[in-house]
């Protein structure tokens, strides 16, 4: 019940804090923060009351059903894993940011305004907890609207175009991952007579491979199109910079992180060969959006535009973890899902900061600010440190640990991958030089910062500090929530990938032997056992024969971590297996 | 006629009745209040006639009506929709000069109009019915005359609604030309014995969907629609929106499935072409309105095309679909006009979209409850049309209907385009305050914004908790016989 009553207190609060503007101005921020901060401590006292020690072999911590469409086996049904707590925190977390921001800033209808703050962060948390399709696409959608109106309302000069182009972007993708849903609905229901929404039940549907693809393409379009994957991330660039900054952090922190989400708990396991078939195309677009985002920060000139453009860089590492399918990659995704909550939110409030201040975002007009500013400076600096990676901050946990993960999956791409960790340091060190350091092109005074901003921004540093220096809190609460979403992938007790992952020596010569399958793909492959995927099942039936090809102490060891990991090359005769692989899939050869 | 007869046709009978009273006692004493009181008094007492049919079995009333679950579900929604219309008209004529007493007869004599389609089973009813529902909304387009347009939508839509019933009284013809028989059953018992369908009888059926396609707007019988939305009297508008296509459509259901015209590839490519042609010339045409009244009209040339996906489907679930979002769409439609009827003033209809720039801060609640209708039409959660929506893609995936599917998807992407451009102009900041709430008398007042506020109840309670509709339109639907036998 607690969490249908987190998403109560929400909405609940939403409706409030718009009425009680005519009773006071000011009501409205206090009602917000309350409902903020009841849901942040309710989030909080779940996570310590239960350590991830105690966490069985479920990983779900509270599960929650109640009927409410029986006719179309549609339930009102929500459950909490590590997963969701993480995201629920960072959710509620920024939410209390967003409001404190926004006392200064917005004057204009606070009432509506936080009507529309809470309610986004009532969809994102019913997003984050619903374990039932339609409710999900339900709350899907329920966050787009007050969205729209944030940007719509409260944004900067070209906010109608942005507002649109973010609805309707979002809205087309959305409608596409709706059929897949009534496909999945329609196929599971003939097959089993139960027609039912619900994630559990339909987690284990056999697909026919045509239909999985197609399937999860509709899936696809709405969580790539969030998240944005370079083709679809047009939207992205003006929403944010036009948003309010409240809208920004919200947009950047978590609305992004409900693609990521998405890809975590339905792609993956309702879809797990044709996810493994779509892999290297995926991470190739993760790789170009890294390159590609980076490329387009650097010649930004618009402060907010920049930092949207760093956030397609980052979300290009979601991508590239997510489908490397081991673990090592997805707790780097968690990772760079709240690390990057943190520093573009971060980022986006220093923007804002910045915009009070100086009614501009154009960095060609800032400069010289370290100097008047020097509490903002450090802040600012701590956070693009963040964003281009380094040791001892969040995101350098995070992408350390996607690049690792990615490594065993798909080598060259990694390696362009890194690239983009330089590509980082040359747009993040960029805005530093021209906001703090180069000399002022004004002589306007610039306040520092005052009491209420060093109140949003130190909280903020801590985190991020935090997750740098201790994550391990954080990895293990994730943990049991992302073997969960790996099962269809990893076909060997836990017990047993623990031992695996101990003993990974990440660079050798192992690891090529690690990547022996990919080149089993296809009939041709030297061990005659390319059985897999082609069986149109669900991919462990093929491992499971290739299992059964080896006598038990034959078979080597780790493979099973990323034993399909590269089954199709991304170009026609390109990134073949090198020959060094070959010598070491014959030397792995069984002895007959 | 028996007692039972009577019984099952209370309805009817009533709303009969009504007309005839409000003449009478119009011209003994013109008061508007106390027309309108009867009027609604006589919606209500259809309706709660209703109450003892709610249990019946199919009651034929041979050959001309039959009285089933469908048909009671179908008069009570077009009875609940004409009871909420004449409450808004209620609200609108009363600021006006007109003389407006004889509005309520023409109103309720086409609600009667649509009630007969709906329990027809032979074409002598259906086009009685038809008839009736035609005339009187001849007169009530052109009611308000002094108005500049209001002459030029009662002509058009005279002229074009007489041309269409004369195709379909052709169409009928040549049907009983070839068949030789005018009631439902037996044209299906006589089609059930052709190995296909002989040229004249499908000539006739195309000139019969030429006069069934104009009535429900859609394209290529659409061109009518937006001027004489934009000519009527909004709640005018509302009620042609609704009444009288939903009346249409749930004839058209029970025809198509007494012959089971699904079984002719021909027919479904006629209405699948019609579904497609209306969802996308609808939505396209409606991008480049800037007359709110207009975008309502091609957006629900749109909304027919969408029922027609799941009147496609062609099965039990279909039949549903296309109930379940008849209803959402009368609650939007109506409340969508309802709006448009509360801001009009003395002169003219509240229709560009100058009317509403700012609306939110001048009037917010009028503008919430207009948002409200207007995400419902673009099917966003929370609301009645989402369900809706949903529930057409659903019957349309689960035959497989995907071109179909596909094209309902795409063209609600383009339909939230000028939905938001609506919403986008009411949220625009203004320098005008709050205007000072009008002072209405209570009776308008409750007529105009009790029955916005209930609409807007509906819109959300339908969204948010739509297990009891769908359970009723099940329920109400088992008794339909053609779909029971499918």
Redesign the interface.
């Known amino acids: 019940m607690i969490l249908l009553w987190m998403i109560v207190l929400l909405m609940a609060g939403g409706l409030l804090a718009w009425l009680s503007k005519k009773w006071h101005p000011v009501l409205p921020r206090w009602i917000a923060l309350f409902a903020l901060l009841t849901d942040l401590a309710l989030a909080v006292w779940i996570w310590l009351s239960t350590p991830a020690a105690t966490l069985g072999t479920s990983p779900w911590l509270i599960r929650l059903e109640i009927p409410w469409i029986p006719q179309w086996g549609v339930g009102f049904s929500m459950a909490l894993d590590g997963l969701s707590l993480l995201m629920l925190m960072l959710t509620f977390f920024l939410g209390i940011l967003a409001v404190l921001i926004s006392w200064r800033e917005i004057t204009t209808k606070t009432g509506f305004f936080h009507f529309n703050l809470l309610w986004v962060l009532a969809g994102i948390t019913g997003v984050f907890l619903t374990m039932d399709l339609f409710l999900f696409y339900f709350f899907w959608e329920v966050m787009l609207i007050p969205m729209y109106f944030l940007i719509g309302v409260w944004g900067h000069a070209n906010r109608n175009y942005a507002a649109y182009k973010f609805f309707i972007f979002t809205q087309a993708s959305g409608l596409l991952m709706l059929l897949s849903i009534l496909g999945l609905y329609f196929i599971h229901g003939s097959q089993t007579g139960t027609y039912t929404f619900n994630y559990f039940e339909l987690l284990n549907t056999p697909l026919a491979p045509l239909a999985a693809r197609l399937l999860m393409f509709g899936f696809l379009a709405a969580f790539l199109v969030k998240l944005p994957v370079v083709p679809f991330h047009s939207w992205l660039p003006d929403a944010h910079s036009e948003a309010p900054t409240a809208g920004s952090v919200i947009l950047a922190g978590l609305l992004l992180k409900t693609g990521a989400y998405g890809l975590l708990r339905f792609v993956l396991p309702l879809f797990p060969t044709a996810a493994v078939e779509f892999a290297p195309w995926a991470m190739l677009l993760g790789v170009v959006g890294i390159i590609y985002g980076a490329i387009l920060a650097f010649s930004q000139t618009d402060l907010k535009r920049l930092v949207a453009y760093t956030s397609v860089s980052h979300m290009g590492f979601v991508i590239l973890g997510v489908f490397a399918f081991n673990e090592w990659a997805l707790q780097g995704v968690v990772m760079q899902m709240i690390a990057h909550g943190l520093s573009t939110g971060a980022l986006f409030i220093i923007a804002g900061f910045l915009y009070e201040r100086l009614h501009t975002r154009d960095i060609r007009q800032m400069g010289g600010f370290w100097a008047k500013a020097p509490k903002m400076g450090v802040i600012a600096l701590v956070f693009v440190m963040a964003s281009l990676g380094l040791p001892g901050l969040g995101n350098f946990i995070a992408e350390f640990l996607t690049l690792v993960g990615s490594w065993q999956a798909n080598n060259w791409l990694t390696v362009f991958a890194t690239t983009g960790l330089v590509l980082a340091t040359v747009y993040s060190l960029r805005i530093m030089q021209k906001v703090f350091y180069e000399s002022a092109p004004t002589d306007r005074p610039f306040p520092d910062l005052n009491t209420r901003e060093m109140l949003i921004a130190v909280p903020m540093v801590v985190m991020i500090l935090w997750l740098g220096l201790y994550p391990q809190p954080v990895l293990d609460t994730a943990r049991p929530a992302l073997i969960k979403q790996l099962e269809a992938y990893t076909p060997l007790p836990e017990q047993q990938i623990e031992v695996a992952l101990n003993v990974i020596p990440v660079d050798s010569n192992f690891t090529k032997a690690m990547v022996w399958p990919s080149t089993s793909n296809s009939q041709k492959s030297p061990l005659g056992i390319g059985a897999l995927d082609k069986e149109g099942g669900r991919g462990m039936k093929g491992r499971q024969e290739n299992m059964k090809a080896y006598p038990q102490n034959t078979y080597p060891q780790n493979t099973l971590l990323t034993d399909v990991n590269i089954p199709l090359t991304p170009f026609k005769g390109g990134l073949k297996t090198s020959k060094g692989d070959l010598k070491m899939i014959r030397k792995i050869k069984p002895r007959p | 006629m028996t007692q039972n007869d009577f019984l099952h046709l209370m309805p009817l009978l009533i709303l009969t009745f009504a007309a005839l009273i409000i003449m009478l006692v119009i011209a003994a004493w013109r008061n508007h209040k106390i027309i309108y009181a009867i009027t609604a008094i006589s919606f209500v007492a259809a309706f709660l006639s209703l109450y003892e049919l709610q249990d019946v079995q199919a009651y034929a009333i041979a050959p001309l009506f039959v009285i089933d679950g469908f048909a009671v579900f179908y008069i009570g929604l077009i009875l609940l929709a004409s009871l909420l219309i004449s409450m808004l008209s209620y609200a609108y004529f009363e600021q006006r000069e007109e003389q407006k007493e004889e509005y309520y007869i023409l109103l309720i004599l086409s609600s009667l109009g649509a009630c007969t389609l709906v329990i027809s089973t032979h074409f002598a009813s259906l086009f009685l019915g038809l008839e009736v529902l035609s005339v009187a909304l001849y007169t009530l387009i052109a009611y308000l005359r002094s108005r500049e347009r209001s002459d030029e939508a009662g002509i058009k839509y005279l002229i074009l609604a007489a041309f269409s019933s004369a195709f379909l009284l052709f169409g009928m013809a040549l049907v009983y030309f070839s068949t030789g028989t005018m009631t439902f059953s037996g044209i299906a018992a006589a089609m059930a014995g052709f190995q296909e369908l002989p040229l004249l009888l499908l000539t006739g059926f195309g000139l019969m969907i030429i006069g069934i396609g104009f009535k429900l707007s859609v394209v290529p019988f659409h061109m009518w629609t937006p001027d004489v939305y934009e000519g009527a009297p909004a709640p005018v508008s509302a009620f042609i929106a609704t009444v009288s296509k939903g009346g249409v459509l749930g004839l058209l259901i029970r025809f198509f499935m007494e012959v089971d015209g699904f079984r002719y590839p021909v027919l479904m490519l006629i209405f699948t072409i019609v579904a497609i042609a209306s969802m996308f010339a609808g939505n396209l045409l409606a991008l480049m309105q800037q007359n709110v009244k207009r975008i309502l009209a091609y957006s629900s040339i749109s909304h027919l095309g969408y029922l027609l996906v799941a009147f496609l489907a062609g099965n039990q679930m279909g039949v549903e679909a296309v109930t379940f979002y008849l209803v959402a769409y009368f609650i939007t439609t109506v409340g969508a006009f309802g709006v448009v009827a509360m801001l009009s003033d003395k002169e003219r209809d509240a229709e560009l979209m100058d009317d509403y720039r700012g609306l939110?801060?001048r009037r917010p609640w009028t503008a919430t409850v207009f948002t409200a209708m207007l995400?419902s039409l673009a099917g966003?959660?929370?609301t009645a049309g989402?369900v809706g929506k949903?529930y057409i893609?659903?019957a349309g995936?689960?035959t497989q209907l995907w071109l179909l599917?596909?094209m309902l998807?795409l063209n609600?992407?383009i339909g939230?385009?000028y939905y938001?451009k609506i919403i986008?102009v009411m949220?625009q900041?203004t320098e005008a305050g709050q205007e000072p709430l009008q002072k209405l008398r209570p009776s308008i007042l409750f007529a105009s914004v009790g029955t916005l506020s209930l609409l807007v109840l509906l819109l959300v309670g339908i969204g948010v908790?739509?297990?009891a509709l769908?359970?009723l339109i099940?329920s109400m639907l088992e008794t339909f016989h053609p779909v029971a036998l499918r």
Do not use: E, G, H, M
């Open positions: 939110l801060w995400l966003i959660p929370l989402f949903f893609l659903a995936v689960n599917v596909v998807v609600s992407v939230l385009y938001i986008a949220f900041q908790y739509p297990t769908v359970s099940s």
